[in-house]
């Protein structure tokens, strides 16, 4: 593939189609990689994230085969032996050939479904294929075999009637559809409702799946028990190794030598109740300079980790491979062993702690006007909650923020409100969407699920750390240093499209072009009032791409930044410390904690494995509400309750319940005729079905028909759509009766 290609705005290379990276694989004439793909189409930044996402898409769908290097998918022969290697959240079966004499793997197939117990994850079938249709290969089943060993995570249930089978488990995975019998003697000494880990073992083809524990985590209805089934279904590190616990245990406090003196400074944090690492501290007061009237001169006091985290040592290594600290209700798995996270670098108050320090000069408006980085030993003197400081503030200090509410807490507030100027100005994407707070009593159980308070003092922070942010970013850019950047590119056309067809149905438009943050907060404004004004938010959050880390800058668009990076957070983030490393390689070249040789070369590397850790981070903490809103709704099974339809797939309506924000599904199949129009069930090549009267962002009632748990699975009844059709409850739908299949259909 030769001669050149139109740029986007900027110089950049438009990103390539499905066809086009089939066609450069086509006519290389020989194996290709992502780097080779992304060289060829002269990508960077987030649209390396994008690609290895766009190819990840193209193996699930069959177009490209299983490894690095990618070659079009081969040819299969007419009848062959297929494994089970994923069953999709609408239910799809995917499977490979078990055996395939190709130089690359073969591309994935899809398993037409079947009478009697669709095949799990491992199973293997004689399978007949035809394909083939727009890259995707089918497969009808001639054969049940034996399966092939795998794991499976969940709970075991003991069987104490004599039998054959010693209990079986259920499984914390939503996909695996089935149950798994233990047989007797392989029980690996678990009890009745102990979380395992067991291996499927052969078995009979028309019998049930067999496996043998093979390891225990203790009592499912522990107090971690949640936490636990998401680190380990989520593979999040959270055992230190020894050689890492050892170098944190062998660390002393970081001496004051070199560095200047902020222990006169009265720095405070401002964290959460719960909060254990305090990383930053703040101070302000205002700009007596003829110069800058109404101005303010700010300090972001960031923990020094760079000094105690060395490159290339056990601690830097285990860091890296874990990317950021996962935080789930009822603990922490820390990036940093609790030596550095709650002690050396914790910035508690009256302790000497040491720094990197930002000195920011702003303007009224909130521009920043001079910068500057220094080492430092600093001395905070008080740990302050939001709700403290808000509290003084508003006019009812306590005993801890009544001595620095006129000296600390005034001087914050009215740098905080120049630096709100700038923002506004700038038209940041201003979305309303507050987070689900998890309260968990002594004992671990849910004993509430709310929206999480955000005051004042959360945005004054807020608005601190992103100027400390722009200011690292730009004091690295302007010295040609290294940088992680956080990037954020503007939404792409194809992850507008739901929400484009959810406001044409309100009548609002969505430019075609030139996409601004305005312009959405234009639309978030005009449908606030609406039924619809939270499903809208959420389209709008879900049409984002993906905020990425890169070395190469492309700007940050949610907060309308050209130049932006993390540089508040090392003690939990990686990122920000590689941007410290590049901060104090500045200050002297021959530092030992700089960014080690050769880092220039590895940034691009590093930007998309700590990319990876962050979202396999959101997606652990996002299942660990999801358990325990199911949790919390168990004993709610019967109840019905006002929803918004928040999605539509072949699978069914998912719908967001008023209140606790609770997700789940009102399957398909359960769907009354009613809910379509004349069109009928007609499906759309997407899967989505044609002639469904509900509509994304629709207020409808529904009633609670199970909540598991173990998978965090939520399953609803229809019962008003919203536009006067009410469904009459049929057969076995009494509160609180579950049907037997229900595994099946979360």
């Given at each position: 593939?030769?001669?050149?290609?139109?740029?986007?705005?900027?110089?950049?290379?438009?990103?390539?189609?499905?066809?086009?990276?089939?066609?450069?694989?086509?006519?290389?004439?020989?194996?290709?990689?992502?780097?080779?793909?992304?060289?060829?189409?002269?990508?960077?930044?987030?649209?390396?994230?994008?690609?290895?996402?766009?190819?990840?898409?193209?193996?699930?769908?069959?177009?490209?085969?299983?490894?690095?290097?990618?070659?079009?998918?081969?040819?299969?022969?007419?009848?062959?032996?297929?494994?089970?290697?994923?069953?999709?959240?609408?239910?799809?079966?995917?499977?490979?050939?078990?055996?395939?004499?190709?130089?690359?793997?073969?591309?994935?197939?899809?398993?037409?479904?079947?009478?009697?117990?669709?095949?799990?994850?491992?199973?293997?079938?004689?399978?007949?294929?035809?394909?083939?249709?727009?890259?995707?290969?089918?497969?009808?089943?001639?054969?049940?075999?034996?399966?092939?060993?795998?794991?499976?995570?969940?709970?075991?249930?003991?069987?104490?009637?004599?039998?054959?089978?010693?209990?079986?488990?259920?499984?914390?995975?939503?996909?695996?559809?089935?149950?798994?019998?233990?047989?007797?003697?392989?029980?690996?000494?678990?009890?009745?409702?102990?979380?395992?880990?067991?291996?499927?073992?052969?078995?009979?083809?028309?019998?049930?799946?067999?496996?043998?524990?093979?390891?225990?985590?203790?009592?499912?209805?522990?107090?971690?028990?949640?936490?636990?089934?998401?680190?380990?279904?989520?593979?999040?590190?959270?055992?230190?190794?020894?050689?890492?616990?050892?170098?944190?245990?062998?660390?002393?406090?970081?001496?004051?030598?070199?560095?200047?003196?902020?222990?006169?400074?009265?720095?405070?944090?401002?964290?959460?109740?719960?909060?254990?690492?305090?990383?930053?501290?703040?101070?302000?007061?205002?700009?007596?300079?003829?110069?800058?009237?109404?101005?303010?001169?700010?300090?972001?006091?960031?923990?020094?980790?760079?000094?105690?985290?060395?490159?290339?040592?056990?601690?830097?290594?285990?860091?890296?491979?874990?990317?950021?600290?996962?935080?789930?209700?009822?603990?922490?798995?820390?990036?940093?062993?609790?030596?550095?996270?709650?002690?050396?670098?914790?910035?508690?108050?009256?302790?000497?702690?040491?720094?990197?320090?930002?000195?920011?000069?702003?303007?009224?408006?909130?521009?920043?006007?001079?910068?500057?980085?220094?080492?430092?030993?600093?001395?905070?003197?008080?740990?302050?909650?939001?709700?403290?400081?808000?509290?003084?503030?508003?006019?009812?200090?306590?005993?801890?923020?009544?001595?620095?509410?006129?000296?600390?807490?005034?001087?914050?507030?009215?740098?905080?409100?120049?630096?709100?100027?700038?923002?506004?100005?700038?038209?940041?994407?201003?979305?309303?969407?507050?987070?689900?707070?998890?309260?968990?009593?002594?004992?671990?159980?849910?004993?509430?699920?709310?929206?999480?308070?955000?005051?004042?003092?959360?945005?004054?922070?807020?608005?601190?750390?992103?100027?400390?942010?722009?200011?690292?970013?730009?004091?690295?850019?302007?010295?040609?240093?290294?940088?992680?950047?956080?990037?954020?590119?503007?939404?792409?056309?194809?992850?507008?499209?739901?929400?484009?067809?959810?406001?044409?149905?309100?009548?609002?438009?969505?430019?075609?072009?030139?996409?601004?943050?305005?312009?959405?907060?234009?639309?978030?404004?005009?449908?606030?009032?609406?039924?619809?004004?939270?499903?809208?938010?959420?389209?709008?959050?879900?049409?984002?791409?993906?905020?990425?880390?890169?070395?190469?800058?492309?700007?940050?668009?949610?907060?309308?930044?050209?130049?932006?990076?993390?540089?508040?957070?090392?003690?939990?983030?990686?990122?920000?410390?590689?941007?410290?490393?590049?901060?104090?390689?500045?200050?002297?070249?021959?530092?030992?904690?700089?960014?080690?040789?050769?880092?220039?070369?590895?940034?691009?590397?590093?930007?998309?494995?700590?990319?990876?850790?962050?979202?396999?981070?959101?997606?652990?903490?996002?299942?660990?509400?999801?358990?325990?809103?199911?949790?919390?709704?168990?004993?709610?099974?019967?109840?019905?309750?006002?929803?918004?339809?928040?999605?539509?797939?072949?699978?069914?309506?998912?719908?967001?319940?008023?209140?606790?924000?609770?997700?789940?599904?009102?399957?398909?199949?359960?769907?009354?005729?009613?809910?379509?129009?004349?069109?009928?069930?007609?499906?759309?090549?997407?899967?989505?079905?044609?002639?469904?009267?509900?509509?994304?962002?629709?207020?409808?009632?529904?009633?609670?028909?199970?909540?598991?748990?173990?998978?965090?699975?939520?399953?609803?009844?229809?019962?008003?759509?919203?536009?006067?059709?009410?469904?009459?409850?049929k057969g076995n739908r009494a509160a609180g009766r579950v049907s037997p299949t229900i595994k099946d259909k979360i």
């Open positions: 593939m030769t001669g050149k290609r139109s740029a986007r705005p900027g110089g950049r290379a438009p990103f390539p189609t499905r066809e086009r990276v089939l066609e450069f694989i086509q006519d290389s004439g020989r194996p290709v990689g992502k780097r080779e793909i992304a060289r060829a189409f002269n990508l960077s930044g987030a649209d390396r994230i994008r690609l290895r996402d766009l190819l990840k898409e193209m193996k699930e769908e069959g177009l490209l085969p299983g490894r690095r290097r990618h070659r079009p998918a081969g040819q299969f022969p007419e009848v062959t032996v297929i494994e089970v290697t994923a069953v999709t959240a609408d239910g799809d079966v995917l499977a490979a050939p078990v055996r395939w004499d190709v130089e690359d793997a073969p591309p994935p197939i899809r398993l037409l479904p079947e009478r009697g117990r669709p095949p799990g994850v491992g199973d293997r079938v004689l399978a007949r294929l035809s394909g083939p249709r727009g890259g995707i290969w089918t497969a009808r089943t001639m054969k049940r075999l034996d399966r092939a060993p795998d794991r499976v995570l969940g709970i075991f249930r003991a069987d104490d009637t004599g039998g054959p089978y010693g209990g079986k488990l259920i499984a914390t995975d939503r996909r695996v559809r089935h149950d798994v019998a233990i047989p007797r003697g392989m029980e690996g000494g678990a009890r009745n409702d102990d979380l395992v880990e067991a291996e499927i073992v052969p078995g009979k083809p028309l019998g049930p799946r067999l496996a043998r524990v093979v390891e225990n985590f203790g009592s499912a209805s522990g107090r971690h028990a949640v936490s636990l089934i998401c680190i380990h279904s989520h593979d999040i590190p959270h055992e230190f190794p020894k050689e890492a616990l050892d170098e944190a245990a062998g660390l002393q406090p970081a001496s004051g030598s070199g560095r200047q003196d902020l222990r006169a400074l009265p720095l405070v944090t401002i964290d959460g109740e719960d909060a254990r690492d305090f990383d930053d501290a703040v101070w302000a007061e205002t700009d007596t300079a003829p110069g800058n009237p109404g101005g303010w001169k700010l300090i972001v006091a960031i923990a020094d980790v760079a000094w105690y985290v060395r490159p290339g040592r056990p601690l830097d290594r285990e860091a890296l491979k874990r990317g950021n600290s996962v935080y789930f209700p009822d603990r922490v798995v820390p990036m940093l062993p609790e030596r550095l996270s709650n002690d050396l670098c914790s910035l508690r108050p009256n302790e000497d702690r040491a720094c990197i320090a930002a000195h920011l000069t702003i303007d009224a408006d909130g521009r920043t006007l001079r910068r500057r980085f220094e080492r430092a030993v600093m001395r905070s003197v008080a740990r302050l909650t939001y709700e403290q400081v808000q509290r003084a503030r508003d006019g009812a200090p306590d005993t801890a923020t009544a001595p620095l509410l006129e000296p600390v807490i005034e001087p914050l507030y009215g740098a905080w409100t120049a630096l709100a100027a700038a923002r506004a100005a700038r038209e940041t994407l201003e979305l309303d969407l507050p987070e689900r707070q998890v309260l968990l009593d002594e004992a671990g159980r849910v004993s509430d699920i709310r929206p999480a308070l955000r005051y004042d003092s959360h945005r004054l922070i807020e608005e601190f750390m992103i100027a400390a942010n722009v200011a690292a970013a730009g004091h690295l850019e302007r010295r040609n240093r290294p940088c992680m950047y956080r990037i954020h590119e503007p939404p792409a056309a194809d992850g507008l499209e739901v929400l484009r067809s959810a406001l044409h149905d309100l009548g609002v438009p969505l430019p075609a072009s030139g996409l601004r943050p305005a312009d959405l907060n234009r639309i978030l404004k005009h449908t606030a009032g609406l039924p619809q004004g939270r499903t809208i938010h959420e389209l709008v959050l879900r049409a984002q791409s993906q905020a990425a880390y890169s070395p190469e800058n492309c700007g940050h668009f949610g907060l309308a930044l050209p130049c932006y990076a993390h540089f508040t957070s090392p003690i939990r983030r990686y990122a920000d410390l590689l941007v410290h490393r590049a901060i104090v390689g500045g200050m002297a070249r021959s530092a030992a904690d700089g960014l080690p040789a050769g880092a220039e070369g590895a940034m691009r590397d590093w930007g998309e494995r700590i990319s990876v850790a962050e979202r396999r981070a959101m997606a652990a903490e996002r299942d660990a509400v999801d358990r325990y809103m199911a949790a919390f709704l168990q004993d709610k099974i019967g109840a019905s309750f006002g929803a918004t339809v928040s999605g539509i797939t072949r699978a069914g309506l998912f719908v967001t319940l008023a209140g606790t924000g609770a997700s789940g599904l009102v399957p398909m199949s359960l769907l009354p005729e009613s809910s379509f129009r004349r069109a009928g069930r007609k499906r759309r090549p997407g899967g989505v079905l044609e002639g469904l009267a509900v509509q994304i962002g629709d207020t409808v009632q529904v009633r609670l028909r199970d909540a598991v748990p173990v998978t965090g699975g939520l399953l609803f009844d229809l019962l008003d759509d919203g536009k006067g059709r009410q469904r009459r409850a």
